[in-house]
Structure formats: C-alpha cells, structure tokens
C-alpha cells in the first residue's frame, strides 16, 4: 500500500488553471455534479497539462457519485464496463468519461489466481507475478489519487473551490520535471507493465526525465512488458509513436530493453548495421515534423516509417534467392506479422495496408510510371507517396521520381517527361474470336 500523506491544497490563486481553459463540457459536468451535492475533480492528464499550459488531450472527471446516480443526472450518460462502471457523457462531438473514486486492493481482500475460488467474483485480483487483473472497488479521493501511475498524474482541481489538490509530489515533480511512480516503482511495474511504456511516452513528450531509481527498475523490468495484453500494447505503440515524439520515445524504448523485449527481431536488425539505426532515427524525425505540420501519420505510415527497412532488406534478401519480389515482400510481411503479433496485436488491416504501401514503391520510382492517373486512385496512394517522400528525405534515394510525382499531382505538366503513348490510354486488347468446337457440350457449374 502507498502510504498516505497530508494533501497539499492549493488554492486558485496558488496556480495557473483558470477555468476559461477548461473544455465547456466538462465545466458543465463539474458544475452540475457539485450543484448536486457530489465532490467532483477534473483529474489525470489534464491537470498535468493545464499546470504546464499544455492543450489536455482530454479532461477526465472524478467524483463520489456513484455510477447509477451520475446517470440519473445525466441524460446523456451511458454506463459501461461491466466489472468497473464508468460513466460516459455523451456530447456532439465528444465523449467525457465521468468515474466513481476508485481505491486501490486492500491487503486482505486481494485474490490471487490460484485461490480465487469464492463463487463471486473478487473484486480484486493479481496473478503469481503480482500482475493486477483486476481492480474494482470504489473509494475517496485520496485512495483514488494514490492507485494513478506517476505523482504527476495523480493531481486533482477542485471545483467547488477552484484549488489544485496533490496526495504525493505531484507539485514538486512536476517543477523538477521528474518522473516518479506514487509508490514503489517495482510494484507498481509489476502491477501494471504498461506503466513503463507511460513512463517513456511521458518523459519523451513532456521533456521530463525518468527518476533515475524508477529508470534502474524499469530497465530492470523491461523484458517483463510482453505480460501485458497484446491489444492493449498496440494502443499504447500508437500513444508511443503517433503523438509527435516518435524519435525520442524510439530512444528511451532502446536503451532500456523495451524495444527488444517487444520486437526482438527488428532489434537485432538494428543494431546489426549502424546504418540501420541513422535510417530509423531520421524516418521517426520525418513522422514527428509530420505530426508537427499538421498531418499526422497513419497507423499504417508509422509502421512503415519503423519497419519498412528492415521488411525491405529481408524482401531484397529472398529476392536474390530467385523469388520474384513481389512474393518475397509477402513473405517477408508475412513473417513479420506473425512474430509481431505475439507481443502486440496489430489489427490486420494496418499489417495488410503496410504491406501495400512497400508494394507500391517500385511503381512508384519506376519513371515514367505506367498508367500514373490510375494509381492516383488507388486506396494506398497517399500513404505509399508519403512513405516515398520520407525515403527521398531520409536516404536520399528516388529524388527524382518524388519530383516528377509532385509535379503530376500539382498539375504542372511541363515537368513531366513525356509519357510513352501506349501508356497512358489502356492497349485496345485483341478480342480473340471463339472457336466452337464441334459437338462441345456445356456444362453448368
Ligand atoms: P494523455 O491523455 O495525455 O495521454 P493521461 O495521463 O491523461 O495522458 P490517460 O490514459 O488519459 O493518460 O489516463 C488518465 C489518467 O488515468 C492518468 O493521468 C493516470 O492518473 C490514470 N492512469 C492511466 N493509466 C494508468 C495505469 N496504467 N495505472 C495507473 N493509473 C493510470
Ligand atoms: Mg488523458
């Protein structure tokens, strides 16, 4: 159990959040939850963030109401999870999600794999690796600070008197720019592996540093992260790598183990060639200027920004062993999939669209491209032309096949080569007459 501290309260004029920055409507929420009589507390990231005037990525809402009275206030709300209820409000453009204080396993009530054998289900229970499966138990606000990750993720605003409440270091953390598990790092990874990847995507996002005990652990604990389960790490992968700090994150995941507990293969590949490693780091800074921009990538680029050059070579490589290219890139992906999706679950269609995007290249580069109009619209097009423009940028390779594509799209056609006739209108094919064979019988089928 985390131990227990006087809270420290800050009062509005203590801090920086006004409550002009706060989404409307979770104002309303918070408003009309303690027009009711509940506590109600904009909590997690987002006080994080409006604490460091950062734009909240969403605004999540604490209070004692239980969950059937937070939908008798609301109309709007629907209940879901079936071992915790969480309320979801539902808004035109947005959902908040409103929880019942939570607390974490009271010693004597934790269940364990092996003994949970009461015929009701505990609400509480870990496996023999101290992994929490489950954690259903409602509880005050202190209880429900003190079972978050990171003291800086376990700050409250309170709206009935407009104060910034913290159960831990929060605050100072916060300053330090540290990050820093409430509790005992190696419990609490335990508890939750995924915390680790938090902490990474923390630290590189927010420019914090890891508190160098917790990085020891989680270096130390690295190569328990396949515990978790794989849908949830391909979230968490989307979280790591979409969100602008691609190439920091890729960094932190290296050095402490993660990246090699997740995907062992492509890790051994990178550190085969030093080459290898320039090409990853220069593509991920590719997808963080793009995010930057204004256009972030797909699930589908990011991949290929990751793998795509490992994938490549070992195309390269069956190819030279006589399969033609286009089976090897199968295979190749193929592979990859199924080794990947032990860790992580990939959703096929992101694997299959990958697997389109590096398809698509030698089409590409080939100048002039045969039937360049056609492949304009084919599903794959924008991502295979961007996995090209980040290749041009990062190896320096095909330059001139990404000048005469931009220059197509753009409509100036007097950059264009000209274009073989036979290309650009479909050959008239011969139409071959029918013999009729004497006596033939039809068959249906
Ligand atoms: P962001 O939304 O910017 O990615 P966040 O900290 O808000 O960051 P969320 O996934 O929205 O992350 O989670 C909201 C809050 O829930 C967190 O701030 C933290 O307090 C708590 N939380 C989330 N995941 C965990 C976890 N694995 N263990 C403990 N607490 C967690
Ligand atoms: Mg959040």
């Given at each position: 159990m985390v131990k227990k501290m006087q809270p420290l309260i800050i009062p509005r004029k203590g801090h920086s959040i006004s409550r002009k920055q706060v989404n409307p409507n979770a104002l309303r929420t918070l408003h009309r939850l303690r027009d009711y009589g509940?506590?109600?507390?904009?909590?997690?990231?987002?006080?994080?963030?409006?604490?460091?005037?950062?734009?909240?990525?969403?605004?999540?809402?604490?209070?004692?109401?239980?969950?059937?009275?937070?939908?008798?206030?609301?109309?709007?709300?629907?209940?879901?999870?079936?071992?915790?209820?969480?309320?979801?409000?539902?808004?035109?453009?947005?959902?908040?999600?409103?929880?019942?204080?939570?607390?974490?396993?009271?010693?004597?009530?934790?269940?364990?794999?092996?003994?949970g054998q009461s015929k009701k289900p505990p609400r509480h229970l870990i496996n023999d690796d101290g992994m929490v499966l489950r954690d259903n138990v409602f509880g005050t606000p202190e209880e429900d600070?003190?079972?978050?990750?990171?003291?800086?993720?376990?700050?409250?605003?309170?709206?009935?008197?407009?104060?910034?409440?913290?159960?831990?270091?929060?605050?100072?953390?916060?300053?330090?720019?540290?990050?820093?598990?409430?509790?005992?790092?190696?419990?609490?990874?335990?508890?939750?592996?995924?915390?680790?990847?938090?902490?990474?995507?923390?630290?590189?996002?927010?420019?914090?540093?890891?508190?160098?005990?917790?990085?020891e652990i989680l270096c130390a604990l690295s190569s328990t992260i396949p515990r978790a389960a794989p849908a949830r790490l391909y979230e968490e992968m989307l979280k790591l790598f979409m969100l602008g700090s691609a190439r920091p994150v890729f960094s932190l995941l290296d050095e402490s183990g993660l990246l090699a507990a997740l995907f062992s293969g492509f890790s051994q590949w990178l550190h085969r060639n030093s080459q290898h490693l320039t090409f990853v780091h220069a593509n991920l800074e590719c997808l963080d200027k793009l995010y930057r921009s204004g256009t972030p990538p797909s699930p589908s680029l990011f991949m290929a920004a990751l793998f795509g050059s490992s994938l490549e070579e070992e195309t390269l490589l069956r190819h030279r062993?006589?399969?033609?290219?286009?089976?090897?890139?199968?295979?190749?992906?193929?592979?990859?999939?199924?080794?990947?999706?032990?860790?992580v679950c990939i959703p096929a269609r992101v694997g299959d669209r990958l697997r389109r995007i590096l398809a698509f290249q030698p089409s590409l580069h080939r100048?002039?491209?045969?039937?360049?109009?056609?492949?304009?619209?084919?599903?794959?097009?924008?991502?295979?032309?961007?996995?090209?423009?980040?290749?041009?940028?990062?190896?320096?390779?095909?330059?001139?096949?990404?000048?005469?594509?931009d220059a197509f799209l753009s409509d100036d056609h007097s950059v264009m080569p000209p274009e073989p006739s036979n290309t650009e209108t479909p050959a008239k094919r011969r139409r071959r007459k029918r013999r009729r064979r004497p006596n033939s019988v039809q068959v249906a089928v």
């Amino acid at each position: 159990m985390v131990k227990k501290m006087q809270p420290l309260i800050i009062p509005r004029k203590g801090h920086s959040i006004s409550r002009k920055q706060v989404n409307p409507n979770a104002l309303r929420t918070l408003h009309r939850l303690r027009d009711y009589g509940f506590i109600a507390y904009l909590v997690g990231g987002c006080v994080r963030d409006l604490l460091l005037k950062r734009t909240p990525t969403d605004f999540d809402i604490a209070t004692n109401a239980t969950p059937g009275q937070i939908k008798r206030l609301f109309r709007n709300c629907r209940l879901v999870g079936r071992r915790f209820r969480l309320a979801h409000l539902h808004f035109k453009d947005e959902i908040l999600e409103v929880s019942t204080f939570r607390a974490a396993a009271p010693a004597d009530e934790v269940d364990t794999e092996e003994t949970g054998q009461s015929k009701k289900p505990p609400r509480h229970l870990i496996n023999d690796d101290g992994m929490v499966l489950r954690d259903n138990v409602f509880g005050t606000p202190e209880e429900d600070a003190l079972r978050r990750d990171f003291t800086i993720n376990a700050l409250a605003y309170n709206i009935a008197d407009f104060s910034v409440i913290d159960y831990s270091t929060g605050l100072s953390d916060l300053k330090q720019r540290i990050i820093r598990p409430i509790g005992d790092p190696f419990v609490r990874f335990t508890e939750d592996p995924v915390r680790m990847l938090r902490a990474v995507r923390f630290a590189a996002s927010h420019n914090f540093v890891i508190e160098p005990a917790t990085w020891e652990i989680l270096c130390a604990l690295s190569s328990t992260i396949p515990r978790a389960a794989p849908a949830r790490l391909y979230e968490e992968m989307l979280k790591l790598f979409m969100l602008g700090s691609a190439r920091p994150v890729f960094s932190l995941l290296d050095e402490s183990g993660l990246l090699a507990a997740l995907f062992s293969g492509f890790s051994q590949w990178l550190h085969r060639n030093s080459q290898h490693l320039t090409f990853v780091h220069a593509n991920l800074e590719c997808l963080d200027k793009l995010y930057r921009s204004g256009t972030p990538p797909s699930p589908s680029l990011f991949m290929a920004a990751l793998f795509g050059s490992s994938l490549e070579e070992e195309t390269l490589l069956r190819h030279r062993d006589g399969i033609p290219r286009q089976q090897a890139l199968d295979s190749a992906c193929a592979i990859f999939m199924e080794e990947f999706c032990k860790t992580v679950c990939i959703p096929a269609r992101v694997g299959d669209r990958l697997r389109r995007i590096l398809a698509f290249q030698p089409s590409l580069h080939r100048m002039p491209p045969r039937r360049p109009a056609a492949m304009v619209s084919r599903p794959e097009f924008a991502e295979a032309m961007a996995y090209l423009r980040l290749s041009v940028e990062t190896r320096g390779e095909n330059r001139a096949a990404l000048e005469w594509w931009d220059a197509f799209l753009s409509d100036d056609h007097s950059v264009m080569p000209p274009e073989p006739s036979n290309t650009e209108t479909p050959a008239k094919r011969r139409r071959r007459k029918r013999r009729r064979r004497p006596n033939s019988v039809q068959v249906a089928v």
